[in-house]
């Protein structure tokens, strides 16, 4: 009887132990997260988004936080990022993913992940931001 009472009091120090840790590494991350996004907050920036060409990653109608302080040379294959290209004349802001880059050229492709075509050619300077993460 002893040894099933050390064996469970075990048990529970163990599960507070692990608790413990989980709860100070969230505490860190929440910190740190906080931090960074208030040592950023003129380049962080809130968009909405609608449509399915980023699906399942993005949402077809969802906000999204981007950081519109990039760089080109900052930019890289794999990275989601709005730029804003032309439809019928009308401007219009798009959320793909990187899928080439020439740094000499400042030339990207780009491909919603639910699209089956590239998206044409455009220039850095169409950049407007990349993609942080959705709220």
């Known amino acids: 009887m002893i040894k099933k009472d050390i064996e469970k009091i075990t048990i529970l120090f163990a599960l507070i132990i692990v608790l413990t840790f989980l709860v100070f590494i969230s505490l860190l991350s929440f910190i740190y997260n906080k931090y960074e996004i208030e040592t950023t907050k003129d ?16 949402e077809n109608i969802s906000n999204q936080l981007v950081n519109i ?39 990207i492709i780009t491909r919603g992940d639910n699209n089956k075509y590239y998206d044409n050619e455009f220039g850095f300077n169409r950049v407007y931001g990349r993609y942080v993460g959705n709220l």
Request: with cysteine; proline share 2%; net charge negative.
């Open 43 to 58: 380049c962080i920036k809130q968009t909405h988004s609608t449509g399915n060409s980023m699906l399942p990653t993005i």
């Open 69 to 107: 302080c990039i760089q080109g040379d900052e930019l890289r294959v794999g990275d989601i990022i709005i730029y804003f290209s032309y439809q019928n004349g009308e401007k219009i802001y798009l959320l793909h993913r990187i899928t080439y880059i020439d740094y000499e050229e400042e030339i």
